[in-house]
């Protein structure tokens, strides 16, 4: 059988050193994330995205530490190789450093991940280095950061012009400097990106962020058209899972409705000996 050795930090960097891709997909149950970890996924997040996709909120805001935790201990049993990102929610790590050590903590010991993530650059610089110092890694995340959302715009594409471009450059180095063993660039021009990947130490993932970043991120329920209320310009679909499950729920609801489920292969049997001595009990008709 294939050994399948957990990835480490070091394992991703030595995979940017050799100039391997790095494949990052959002997952937030076990079965999804089975089916991710044995396809070679090489990093799972569990993103806080998971209000929207799984529970049908606007925003990723409602999302609660112990929602998180739950979702997160379910990916991280399914995985026996891919390295496991923790997504702090909102009012997570914002408050102060120790509410932020403390929460990032329940995700590495309650949720089993491997390192966590958290939304902003220079603003978030404090508390990165705070977990990092508490022994955790941490991933940073700028570009569009949607618990900002409405401090940055709305969720639209970040780093459009000269002035924020640059910005997002500096962020960059400063949540490196902080201690940031990867960064997640979202939404930004390719151009800028680049110009990032260039200047980095470490890891840059992307979403919505160009070829040039070392890895790659997309939303599982985008690439499996299971999310459908918007659709970001850089997401592909590679299956239309919903029409598969819209199928086949279609199909059960006909064959009940027509008594075609379920059949004589669905249906568990009482020995013949058994059924008469039951008919006997009841004082029933064999017949
Ligand atoms: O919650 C999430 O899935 C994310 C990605 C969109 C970057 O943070």
């Known amino acids: 059988m294939e050994e399948r050795k957990k990835l480490t930090i070091p394992d991703l960097w030595d995979m940017v050193a050799r100039g391997e891709k790095i494949t990052f997909l959002t997952a937030y149950d076990y079965p999804t994330a089975l089916l991710e970890d044995r396809a070679g996924v090489d990093m799972i997040l569990v993103g806080d995205s998971a209000a ?16 998180m935790v739950t979702i997160t201990a379910a990916v991280s049993r399914a995985v026996t190789r891919a390295f496991v990102v923790g997504d702090m929610p909102y009012m997570s790590y914002q408050p102060s450093d120790e509410i932020a050590i403390k929460n990032a903590g329940r995700f590495i010991a309650e949720g089993g991940a491997d390192a966590v993530k958290l939304e902003g650059g220079a603003r978030a610089a404090e508390r990165v280095e705070a977990i990092v110092r508490a022994g955790i890694p941490v991933m940073g995340h700028i570009g569009l950061t949607p618990q900002a959302a409405s401090l940055i715009g709305g969720l639209k594409a970040q780093g459009r012009s000269a002035q924020t471009a640059k910005q997002l450059i500096e962020d960059a ?52 058209s299971l999310f459908e209320a918007f659709t970001p310009k850089f997401v592909k679909r590679y299956a239309d899972v919903a029409s598969v499950m819209r199928q086949a729920f279609e199909a059960y609801v006909r064959e009940v409705k027509e008594g075609v489920f379920p059949g004589p292969e669905h249906t568990y049997k009482i020995p013949k000996e058994e059924w008469e001595a039951l008919l006997r009990l009841l004082g029933e008709d064999a017949g």
């Open 52 to 67: 929207m996709c799984m529970l049908g909120h606007k925003t990723t805001l409602p999302a609660t530490m112990d929602f």
């Open 173 to 224: 180095k400063t949540l490196e400097e902080a201690g940031a063993f990867a960064i997640l660039l979202e939404a930004i021009p390719a151009r800028v990106a680049e110009l990032i990947v260039k200047r980095a130490k470490v890891p840059i993932l992307g979403i919505g962020s160009g070829p040039a970043c070392h890895g790659q991120l997309l939303i599982v329920h985008d690439i499996l």
